[in-house]
């Protein structure tokens, strides 16, 4: 008895002793504003991914570091569901500031272009990454 009460203390252990996170940094300089969603709902081990984190209106200048991970209760939640229901939760930095200055190879679309002009504009920076073998980014003037 003493040994399968050791047994299921290890699995216990083992079980929560796991993490999961997965992080992307965009390289820009982080702001103090941070968007959390502690309950992002994943659906069948995760297969059914969150829905998207809508940042544009809220970081204005893009975002500097993402977040994903499992806390204790995402685990505990998706044990008790077997997994049906699988939380998760989002951590969203927002970036401090814009790109300084554009590259010599990026393409500049004015404010208000058409969806022409911007298309021209994507196609143009496709032409000139081929040329280049380097990227070029596509800005919309504010």
């Not at 941070?34 to 940042?55: F, N, R």
């Not at 401090?96 to 554009?102: F, L, P």
Request: some cysteine; proline content about 6%; hydrophobic content about 40%.
């Amino acid at each position: 008895m003493k040994g399968l009460r050791m047994f299921v203390l290890v699995l216990v252990m083992a079980s929560l002793s796991g993490c999961y996170v997965a992080t992307v940094d965009t390289g820009l300089p982080k702001s103090t504003k941070v968007i959390s969603k502690p309950w992002a709902s994943c659906w069948v081990y995760g297969l059914v991914p969150p829905p998207t984190i809508e940042t544009a209106t809220e970081c204005p200048n893009g975002v500097a570091r993402v977040e994903t991970q499992h806390s204790f209760l995402n685990y505990l939640v998706g044990g008790l569901t077997f997994g049906i229901y699988t939380p998760i939760q989002i951590t969203v930095t927002c970036a401090e500031g814009a790109k300084a200055s554009y590259n010599d190879q990026d393409i500049v679309v004015p404010h208000g272009a058409s969806a022409d002009d911007v298309r021209q504009a994507f196609t143009r920076a496709a032409d000139r990454a081929v040329e280049s073998g380097k990227p070029v980014f596509v800005w919309m003037a504010h």
